[in-house]
């Protein structure tokens, strides 16, 4: 499967650089993680305070919890396969390592969502596509050098 996509990709040259599929394969999850988002926070919690466990939370945190996951596992499958198919680590391995830089981010990007939002008082989806490019290129190659490369010995982390 995971051929068939890069040689699908691969037949177009644009398609042959890698930063070029991260990005169109980070774009897509981003899609759907922005999909969700409006969803979530436009349609499913109507009131601005969403009680979890007792606790008060404002909507549009709660909704980027729920976006951001959604996004991490169609951006793990995508990068995966199209972007760094030739890493011979395990899968499992592979998706601690994305799920592990995925939580970090998460933070990077709740922080300027509420920065966006809260204090600039820009529009929450908006906020929400803005915390997502501000973060792209470090993404790129934390997963190119870490989660996603080469392992030369047989038994490394």
């Known amino acids: 499967m995971c051929s068939a996509i890069v040689n ?8 042959q650089n890698k930063i070029v599929r991260f990005f169109f394969s980070a774009g897509i999850a981003m899609l759907v993680d922005v999909a969700v ?10 009131n601005d305070v969403v009680m979890i466990f007792g606790h008060p939370n404002k909507s549009h945190n709660v909704a980027l ?10 951006n793990f499958l995508l990068t995966k396969y199209a972007v ?20 970090l981010g998460f933070f990077g990007n709740y922080a300027l ?13 908006l906020a929400r596509v803005a915390s997502a490019l501000s973060l792209g290129v ?10 996603f490369k080469i392992d030369t010995e047989t038994n490394g982390l």
Not at 8 to 15: A, D, G
Not at 38 to 45: G, L, M, R, S
Not at 84 to 103: E, H, P, T, Y
């Open 8 to 15: 699908t990709l691969n037949q177009y040259r644009f398609f």
């Open 37 to 46: 988002y409006f969803i979530t926070f436009n349609f499913i919690f109507i």
């Open 65 to 74: 919890l729920i976006s951001y996951s959604c996004g991490v596992v169609i």
């Open 84 to 103: 760094f198919s030739d890493s011979n680590l395990a899968s499992r391995k592979q998706f601690l390592r994305f799920s592990f830089i995925a939580f």
């Open 113 to 125: 969502l509420r920065f966006f939002v809260e204090v600039c008082n820009i529009a929450p989806t």
């Open 138 to 147: 470090s993404s790129y190659y934390i997963h190119k050098f870490f989660t």
